[in-house]
């Protein structure tokens, strides 16, 4: 198989070498890759001043070509697409069960890929925020491969108006057609119409941006990994509430949950209410892939095509 090593202090940052197919061991699937994404978690890891431990993980879609002792639910030649939690960026990955499930077979790698992870990400916010058709929703980040599923997700689902928020206005005419009523740039001074929900995947001044911009008995969900802080004194008046999100307990206490709202995410995207944007790049282009990203570049989800 090919597969992408992440080198530092070297004339290139990225190699593509051959390597053997690994073997699952208990518990374990193999599967060759269709697509891999490229977070901003990859950019922000390629920043750091060490060399990862291992080779990084992400989400993948592919199909199972080998089982390994006690895997149960799953035979070889299933579709399947999730979160691998190292190696991911190869073509043939090893996979744990629990963090994966099925995935329609008519639905395009890039798609499937989009949605995988970004799309219940998306999803699973909207409930965590306790969303109510009618109401008004602000979404950070919303260009991003979670924010535009946000965006189209909270107006399938009844919101009254959607706002996009953004770096800069040359994404809007993109997330207006993702269903979005206004475009906005962190740098206004002023949001518009107070939200009800703000649905924050930026973090940093944001949080607390976003908490003085809710309406009152607002909700933030808060669910990127770049923290920030909040002053509780702003929630107490207006009573806001800030939620703290993350898929991962979420798949590790009740992954049936998860399963569900993938399967809500297939019906959609099959009923045409989600058109998920994506970039795709080869293997060999994985520089260009990372470049759009650290950029803030990218419409939509960003990843390579592997086989």
């Known amino acids: 198989m090919r597969k992408i090593v992440f080198q530092r202090e070297q004339s290139e940052a990225f190699v593509i070498t051959e390597a053997p197919d690994p073997v699952p061991g208990p518990g374990q699937m193999l599967v060759r890759t269709e697509a891999v994404g490229v977070s901003v978690g990859l950019v922000r890891m390629l920043r750091a001043a060490a060399a990862p431990e291992k080779d990084p993980g992400g989400e993948i879609v592919g199909r199972i070509i080998a089982l390994g002792p006690d895997v149960e639910g799953y035979v070889i030649g299933d579709r399947v697409g ?65 924010g535009h599923l946000a965006v189209q997700l909270a107006k399938a689902r009844g919101a009254r108006r959607v706002v996009a928020a953004v770096g800069s206005h040359g994404k809007a005419d993109f997330l207006r057609d993702c269903g979005a009523d206004e475009v906005v740039t962190y740098a206004q001074p002023s949001w518009g119409e107070r939200p009800d929900l703000i649905l924050d995947g930026v973090g940093g001044e944001l949080v607390q941006l976003g908490v003085e911009a809710l309406a009152p008995y607002g909700r933030l969900v808060a669910f990127s990994a770049g923290g920030g802080n909040v002053d509780a004194s702003s929630l107490l008046g207006n009573l806001k509430t800030v939620i703290g999100f993350s898929i991962g307990l979420i798949g590790r206490q009740d992954p ?9 995410l297939w019906r959609m995207l099959a009923a045409g209410q989600l058109r998920p944007a994506h970039k795709a790049f080869p293997m060999e282009r994985i520089a260009d892939a990372v470049e759009l990203i650290e950029t803030r570049r990218n419409l939509g989800r960003v990843l390579l095509h592997t086989n």
């Open 256 to 264: 049936g949950l998860i399963e569900q709202r993938r399967a809500e």
């Open 82 to 146: 999730g979160v691998v939690m190292e190696g991911a960026f190869s073509q043939s990955v090893l996979a744990l069960p629990g963090l994966v499930s099925t995935v329609p077979g008519e639905v395009e790698p890039s798609v499937a890929l989009t949605l995988v992870r970004g799309g219940l990400i998306a999803l699973s916010a909207l409930h965590a925020g306790r969303f109510e058709p009618g109401e008004s929703v602000l979404v950070t980040g919303g260009a991003s491969g979670v």
